[in-house]
């Protein structure tokens, strides 16, 4: 059973806005919600011995929301990232972020510089964050880092993508009931096995961890072949 637990798992974080609407709250409510479910999944996930985690936490697309709830995204990156990313380091993780920081404010921006230098040299565990992250935008920018290299193999270009040293996902997530993967690692995720649930990010647990989990051992990974 063990062998068959992903090594790498990406979860798309959805349902944070309808969650704090169905409980007549802000929308900023549900959002801080959200926050301290990442904390608690972080630790779900690390004790089942996945080794990667990649949470789709800012999309580029999220930037044309309003300025209020961004600037109380923001805030939530101020307040987090400081607090508790530092603690992962020390108790022997990284923390990894993907996308354009550079739009960022910035001393948001710094924050998450910060932490990411502090990653121990040997993690056991790593956390990728996706932080205006557009994979569409991935793949623009690593074939302009290709152009005039000549001819590369699928290998060659996959180290010009933001997640050059992070393993390709096993499986997805995919919380709030929508049966997409909005943007998220589309050549990362070829060969990912996708698992949808109408469960909304604040209240996906460890239990609803689990159901995933076991769903995916049943799943059988042919990657084309027969």
């Given at each position: 059973?063990?062998?068959?637990?992903?090594?790498?798992?990406?979860?798309?974080?959805?349902?944070?806005?309808?969650?704090?609407?169905?409980?007549?709250?802000?929308?900023?409510?549900?959002?801080?919600?959200?926050?301290?479910?990442?904390?608690?999944l972080v630790?779900?996930?690390?004790?089942r011995g996945?080794?990667?985690?990649?949470?789709?936490?800012?999309?580029?697309?999220?930037?044309?929301?309003?300025?209020?709830?961004l600037e109380?995204?923001?805030?939530?990156?101020?307040?987090?990232?400081?607090?508790?990313?530092?603690?992962?380091?020390?108790?022997?993780?990284?923390?990894?972020?993907?996308?354009?920081?550079?739009?960022?404010?910035?001393?948001?921006?710094?924050?998450?510089?910060?932490?990411?230098?502090?990653?121990?040299?040997?993690?056991?565990?790593?956390?990728?964050?996706?932080?205006?992250?557009?994979?569409?935008?991935?793949?623009?920018?690593?074939?302009?880092?290709?152009?005039?290299?000549?001819?590369?193999?699928?290998?060659?270009?996959?180290?010009?993508?933001?997640?050059?040293?992070?393993?390709?996902?096993?499986?997805?997530?995919?919380?709030?009931?929508?049966?997409?993967?909005?943007?998220?690692?589309?050549?990362?995720?070829?060969?990912?096995?996708?698992?949808?649930?109408?469960?909304?990010?604040?209240?996906?647990?460890?239990?609803?961890?689990?159901?995933?989990?076991?769903?995916?051992?049943?799943?059988?990974?042919?990657?084309?072949?027969?």
């Amino acid at each position: 059973m063990a062998e068959k637990i992903p090594l790498s798992l990406g979860i798309i974080m959805d349902g944070n806005g309808r969650w704090a609407k169905k409980r007549l709250l802000p929308r900023s409510a549900g959002h801080e919600a959200g926050m301290r479910r990442i904390l608690k999944l972080v630790e779900d996930v690390r004790a089942r011995g996945v080794g990667y985690l990649t949470l789709y936490a800012l999309s580029t697309e999220n930037l044309s929301r309003p300025k209020e709830e961004l600037e109380g995204l923001y805030s939530l990156f101020r307040k987090y990232f400081a607090r508790y990313a530092p603690r992962l380091a020390e108790s022997g993780a990284a923390v990894k972020v993907i996308g354009d920081i550079s739009v960022l404010p910035g001393d948001v921006r710094g924050s998450i510089e910060s932490v990411c230098s502090a990653a121990p040299e040997r993690a056991d565990f790593t956390v990728v964050f996706a932080v205006n992250y557009g994979s569409r935008a991935e793949i623009v920018r690593a074939a302009g880092l290709a152009a005039g290299r000549g001819s590369l193999t699928e290998g060659e270009f996959a180290k010009l993508l933001y997640t050059a040293d992070v393993p390709d996902p096993d499986l997805i997530i995919r919380t709030g009931g929508e049966l997409r993967l909005s943007n998220f690692l589309l050549w990362q995720s070829a060969y990912a096995e996708l698992y949808f649930t109408d469960v909304l990010f604040p209240d996906f647990d460890g239990r609803c961890l689990d159901e995933a989990l076991k769903e995916y051992s049943r799943r059988n990974r042919r990657f084309g072949r027969v």
